[in-house]
């Protein structure tokens, strides 16, 4: 493969806290890709393919100095970039985000070696062919799971195949639920990493209004991880924190 077919547009990369997940609060540095095979409801990221000229870059961790770089970019200018706006601050990793990331596979492959940081895909763990084609490049996995409520169609099936999977390094799951988020839904998400990968971590994200989506109340959440606590020994709530304190 030539090197011009593996450039890639990329939306933005920074410097900030993580603001989700396992790792939430641990500085990291940020690089968004296009594209996406889901249309969640409560999706916040303009990541549509094709829309993006420029790559938003920041200039120095911390410093807000975006300036932008034309799109499409190579693997290995990916990772001065990421160098650029890592620069001065130790950081914990690399999270490579969208959109769906693995979309990108190949780019992610080729990212990989140039880049010194450890490398964690936030992803909607659907893509579990494209998961095998980089998982011996990255260090852990935040794996949505995708309740049919909020993607209008079931995937069950690829969630099962993409934990199998992933289980293998450092993996966690989160489950965005809102106050409309049934309780069948999440019973059975619960379910699949209870008989897929009981070890793994499960996290319950309240989502962050959008798209018509309503936070859940206290005592739904309080219900949901008691339910889930009956099955899995780690099952913890953590908001958008990022959201609450305004940053990138």
């Not at 990916?78 to 990108?104: C, D, F, K, N, R």
Request: with cysteine; charged share 20%.
């Amino acid at each position: 493969m030539r090197e011009t077919d593996m450039n890639e547009n990329i939306i933005e990369i920074f410097s900030s806290i993580q603001g989700e997940g396992k790792y939430v609060g641990c500085r990291q540095v940020f690089l968004r890709l296009e594209g996406c095979n889901l249309n969640c409801t409560y999706c916040d990221t303009d990541s549509k393919a094709g829309t993006h000229p420029n790559c938003v870059v920041e200039e120095g961790a911390g410093t807000y100095h975006l300036v932008p770089y034309p799109n499409p970019i190579s693997p290995e200018r990916a990772a001065e970039l990421v160098a650029l706006a890592a620069a001065g601050v130790p950081h914990q990793a690399l999270s490579i985000t969208g959109g769906e990331p693995l979309l990108h596979a190949s780019f992610i492959r080729a990212l990989a070696p140039h880049v010194h940081l450890p490398i964690y895909l936030e992803t909607n763990g659907t893509l579990y062919a494209e998961l095998k084609k980089c998982i011996d490049c990255v260090a852990g996995i935040s794996m949505d799971i995708k309740l049919p409520s909020v993607t209008a169609h079931p995937v069950w099936d690829a969630h099962v195949r993409f934990l199998e999977i992933a289980k293998v390094k450092d993996t966690w799951i989160k489950i965005v639920v809102a106050a409309e988020s049934p309780d069948s839904e999440i019973d059975t998400a619960v379910r699949l990493v209870a008989d897929t990968a009981p070890e793994t971590m499960l996290i319950l994200q309240p989502v962050t209004p959008c798209g018509g989506c309503m936070k859940p109340s206290s005592e739904q959440l309080l219900k949901w991880q008691e339910t889930a606590l009956r099955r899995l020994a780690n099952v913890r709530v953590i908001p958008q924190t990022h959201r609450m304190m305004d940053m990138l």
